[in-house]
């Protein structure tokens, strides 16, 4: 069965997931005490600079590599079920769907079973296909599908990889080491040692 829409099939439109984040990491890759003995800090009154830096860094390295490090839920918003019957999820690791619905023209939610999805986790960007090729419809022309899905390597920062933590860990002493300097900053590139951490975890823009 053809995933349909009540506006129609989308055959010439471009299909776009907008992924929001609802809940993020309960912990950071990086404690404050790791990064503090990374810089060499035995006092307390760069705790609360350091606990920042330590945030803005794992953000950019998760926005560099296009994965979430830490367990986070994040919500995938379509405006309807591709046509292919095939969701790629473009950030990664993806770990399950929980939960899922679409919505009316009035925004009254339809829930859906996740575990009426197929998952393909193993795959790169991960799939998910509705079970026998019924797939949500939609009830209003934008926004109507969301997918509740969690993704990361853990809840543990032991779970990340460790070149991921060195990243972090090298631009929190960049950025420390460069206060006020605009080394490293907004539309900055990465420093090359930075980026060949992060390269081999890379994953490419993805469509759906």
Aim: proline share 9%; with cysteine; hydrophobic share 45%.
């Amino acid at each position: 069965m053809t995933p349909i829409s009540v506006f129609g099939p989308q055959l010439n439109t471009v299909h776009s997931i907008t992924p929001v984040l609802i809940t993020g990491p309960g912990i950071e890759p990086v404690s404050l005490n790791e990064a503090k003995a990374w810089l060499r800090l035995d006092s307390v009154d760069e705790d609360a600079l350091v606990t920042a830096l330590i945030t803005a860094a794992r953000l950019t390295v998760e926005a560099t590599s296009r994965r979430v490090l830490i367990n986070q839920t994040w919500r995938l918003v379509m405006d309807y079920w591709p046509v292919s019957g095939i969701v790629k999820v473009q950030l990664s690791p993806f770990k399950a769907i929980l939960a899922a619905r679409s919505c009316d023209i009035y925004g009254n939610a339809t829930p859906y079973d996740p575990a009426g999805f197929i998952v393909d986790k193993a795959s790169e960007p991960a799939r998910i296909m509705a079970s026998n090729n019924i797939a949500p419809v939609t009830g209003r022309p934008f926004a109507g599908i969301e997918l509740d899905v969690q993704l990361g390597y853990g809840a543990n920062a032991s779970d990340v990889p460790q070149p991921l933590r060195q990243a972090i860990l090298l631009l929190v002493a960049l950025w420390f080491e460069n206060r006020g300097d605009g080394i490293g900053g907004a539309g900055e590139p990465l420093p090359p040692a930075i980026k060949a951490l992060i390269a081999p975890f890379k994953r490419p823009r993805i469509g759906g």
